[in-house]
T-cell receptor
């Protein structure tokens, strides 16, 4: 069975601060994918990143960066110099391959950026 | 380039009534997924289609739920004899999956169901 844990239910930071969202996962698959999605107040899930289990390189995209550590089964997400528009619920998700591509989501972290 | 669309966006119904939701995926996508999201939770998988074939159904999908994708394009999700516990956001997603390649799922705006 697959499981994703996002222990932080809610986080509030002041604008321009950096913030890290934690994600820990469990899977028996040797090959899998990890994802982060953003759900703004409008409700639509927005894809942010996909990471293959074979690729442990960290990735940076503008103010966003992701730290994948297979040894600790974690896939953390950092927003640098946060902005009010970053306020949303962020979900970490996990999927397998070869017919097991359904997503298993965590319970989400609600991020509020205070102006 | 249009994304995933869902209709209706909101549905209010009385307990015991039947409801049907529609999802139109991104046109070239062969996979279509249905998820359900309740308040304060992440989406939970319900079922998925590869073209017109329904390949997996979650235990969450009771006998009152049925999904179809008759021509491998749009899909419908029907709930019969609705119960208050069915109140949730129903999300549709699509992706393109081919041999040796994997692509992320793109989600529609969802249909919010309220059962009174």
């Amino acid at each position: 069975a697959q499981k994703v844990t996002q222990a932080q239910t809610e986080i509030s930071v002041v604008e321009k601060e950096d913030v890290t969202l934690d994600c820990v996962y469990e899977t028996r698959d040797t090959t899998y994918y990890l994802f982060w999605y953003k759900q703004p107040p409008s409700g639509e899930l927005v894809f942010l990143i996909r990471r293959n289990s074979f690729d442990e390189q960290n990735e940076i995209s503008g103010r966003y960066s992701w730290n994948f550590q297979k040894s600790t089964s974690s896939f953390n997400f950092t927003i640098t110099a946060s902005q009010v528009v970053d306020s949303a619920v962020y979900f970490c998700a996990l999927s397998g391959l070869f017919g097991n591509e359904k997503l298993t989501f965590g319970t989400g972290t609600r991020l509020t950026i205070i102006p | 380039d249009t994304g995933v669309s869902q209709d209706p966006r909101h549905k209010i119904t009385k307990r015991g009534q039947n409801v049907t939701f529609r999802c139109d995926p991104i046109s070239e996508h062969n996979r279509l997924y249905w998820y359900r999201q309740t308040l304060g939770q992440g989406p939970e998988f319900l079922t998925y289609f590869q073209n017109e074939a329904q390949l997996e159904k979650s235990r969450l999908l009771s006998d009152r739920f049925s999904a179809e994708r008759p021509k491998g394009s749009f899909s419908t999700l029907e709930i019969q004899r609705t119960e208050q516990g069915d109140s949730a956001m129903y999300l549709c997603a699509s992706s393109l999956v081919s041999s040796g390649d994997y692509n992320e799922q793109f989600f529609g705006p969802g249909t919010r169901l309220t059962v009174l």
